[in-house]
């Protein structure tokens, strides 16, 4: 299958409610979009240009423009819904944004200063993983920082444990259980999962340097990297 067909795939959720669900089920989420705002920082000039795969719902759009007034975004995400419901989530900010309604290959070329992949590269199976991470390492400067932010956890029994304490964190903000135990057997099913391992070692293929984990929590796991 092609990089196009899987992104489409793994993106082809329910809009209603994305901003609610996806926080009570990611420990801390609004902290990893600061967190990857101050990192992205450390590379990115105050006027920089900054790329957003899987921007929509607009979640980290809103907290990259609050905290920088003069970066440039663009928002990239092949689903119209999502689209829409970021332009809502930015309000009088979404000027401040471009949107491409595609995949990573439908991106601007031209060099950017920064780019971000949260809660997208777990859809992925291990060679498409791959070669979206390469068509952002195209369309970035050298030295420009990465932040992903995925699902990754060992395989085997130390897998089924990390997923049955994300099903636990979904019980305690509200979730009942069959719902929790229910979501936990769809990640098992329909998530090409990888270890901590294999994610680094894929961002070294696409050629990205100096990884360093920045965010763990539970089956989530977080890196800042440079391109090489």
């Not at 601007?108 to 859809?123: K, M, N, S, Y």
């Amino acid at each position: 299958m092609t990089e196009r067909g899987v992104t489409h795939h793994a993106f082809s959720h329910d809009t209603a409610g994305y901003a609610a669900r996806a926080a009570r089920q990611v420990p801390g989420l609004h902290d990893v979009y600061r967190m990857a705002g101050l990192l992205l920082a450390e590379r990115v000039p105050p006027s920089g240009r900054v790329l957003v795969l899987g921007a929509g719902g607009g979640l980290e759009l809103r907290a990259f423009a609050d905290m920088q007034p003069d970066w440039r975004l663009e928002g990239v995400d092949p689903s119209a819904e999502m689209n829409d419901q970021a332009r809502q989530t930015l309000g009088d900010m979404v000027d401040r944004v471009t949107f491409t309604e595609g995949y990573i290959d439908d991106a601007p070329i031209g060099l950017f200063d920064g780019a971000t992949c949260l809660l997208t590269l777990h859809f992925l199976p291990q060679e498409e993983r791959l070669c979206t991470l390469s068509q952002i390492a195209r369309r970035l400067r050298p030295g420009a920082p990465l932040v992903v932010m995925n699902h990754s956890v060992p395989d085997g029994q130390e897998r089924d444990l990390w997923l049955r304490r994300n099903a636990a964190l979904m019980v305690s903000h509200g979730m009942s259980i069959e719902q929790a135990e229910k979501s936990v057997e769809n990640l098992k099913a329909r998530l090409p999962i990888l270890s901590p391992q294999e994610d680094q070692a894929l961002l070294a293929q696409a050629g990205f340097t100096d990884i360093q984990l920045f965010y763990a929590a539970f089956t989530f796991r977080g890196w800042v990297s440079y391109l090489g």
